[in-house]
């Protein structure tokens, strides 16, 4: 099970590519709710959660997935559900993947300690320790880092490749027509 944790800010591309990519993998994605079921976006789009952040349990989990946007970056990080579930899932070698500002989480953590990472431009700051990389989205180890929401795709595949396995990814992004 993949979570993705939605709070108010949240930027729309970033959350909803890579839920779309990993559920055409056959993944098992659950959209999780900061607080509330119906969370609004960076650019006032409401979405209706899978399940609320009270809701979450840690049994089966594969992988934590941080969309970006502001404020939703800042109420993902005063979360403690959130938190905790960053923590268990670097704890146990688990998928811990963020794009846009919400890398800055995780440099905040100190998750990102000699990691290859990307951000949007201007949170490199927060990636304490990281090697900044110029690409799109980016693996090193459990963590997968992306860009920005023009990179939503890119993350969302490499997220797929990971969890899914390559083939898998590969024949997905065909099937989407991505390049």
């Not at 959350?15 to 994605?29: Q, S």
């Not at 938190?83 to 998750?111: M, R």
Request: glycine content about 12%; proline content about 4%; aromatic content about 6%.
């Amino acid at each position: 099970m993949i979570y993705v944790f939605l709070a108010d800010g949240f930027e729309e591309t970033e959350a909803l590519a890579p839920v779309d990519i990993l559920r055409r993998c056959g993944a098992d994605v659950v959209t999780v709710g900061v607080g509330k079921k119906v969370v609004t976006g960076s650019h006032k789009i409401p979405v209706t959660a899978d399940i609320t952040d009270t809701q979450a349990k840690t049994d089966g989990l594969q992988a934590v997935i941080l969309p970006g946007g502001m404020p939703g970056t800042l109420n993902l990080e005063k979360s403690q559900t959130v938190q905790s579930f960053v923590d268990y899932a670097s704890d146990n070698g688990l998928y811990v993947c963020a794009i846009c500002a919400a890398p800055s989480i995780l440099g905040h953590k100190d998750l990102l300690q000699g990691k290859e990472a990307v951000c949007f431009p201007g949170f490199e700051k927060d990636l304490y320790g990281a090697k900044i990389s110029d690409k799109l989205a980016v693996s090193d180890g459990n963590i997968i880092t992306g860009k920005g929401a023009g990179a939503a795709l890119e993350f969302g595949f490499l997220i797929a490749s990971k969890l899914c396995g390559e083939a898998v990814a590969d024949k997905t992004r065909k099937s989407m027509q991505c390049p």
